[in-house]
């Protein structure tokens, strides 16, 4: 069992940048690859942005890409979203979730691959 926990949302104007941090607890983190989704208000939750478990792969989706950065920590079993250039049509409520496969490449999308997910961190961006 994995529990994922996730801070680092807000507030913030447009253009401005938060930094989400997910902790994992569990002895496997290292092996699993994490992925960070979200869901706006009266919409599904869909994918942001993914890393494999080695941290050698990542995918993002289009409407982040060049804006947001996903990393890992191992050694701390951490995940963090690095969010620039932030947009009103950001925000949402993320959620980081794990992956018990080692899964790479564009698999990492899919929201149905995950197994354990944290309860949300709001992220809200004026305009």
């Known amino acids: 069992q994995v529990h994922l926990v996730e801070s680092g949302g807000g507030l913030v104007q447009a253009g401005g940048s938060l930094r989400l941090s997910c902790a994992a607890s569990g002895r496997a983190f290292s092996s699993y690859a994490m992925g960070w989704f979200r869901q706006a208000p009266g919409k599904e939750r869909e994918f942001v942005a993914a890393i494999s478990w080695t941290g050698g792969s990542r995918f993002y989706t289009d409407s982040v890409k060049g804006r947001f950065t996903i990393s890992r920590d191992n050694a701390k079993s951490t995940v963090q979203l690095q969010m620039n250039s932030l947009k009103p049509e950001d925000t949402a409520v993320y959620y980081c979730?794990?992956?018990?496969?080692?899964?790479?490449?564009?698999?990492?999308?899919?929201?149905?691959?995950?197994?354990?997910w944290g309860q949300g961190t709001q992220v809200t961006v004026s305009s």
């Open positions: 979730a794990a992956d018990r496969q080692k899964t790479t490449g564009q698999a990492m999308g899919v929201m149905n691959n995950y197994d354990y």
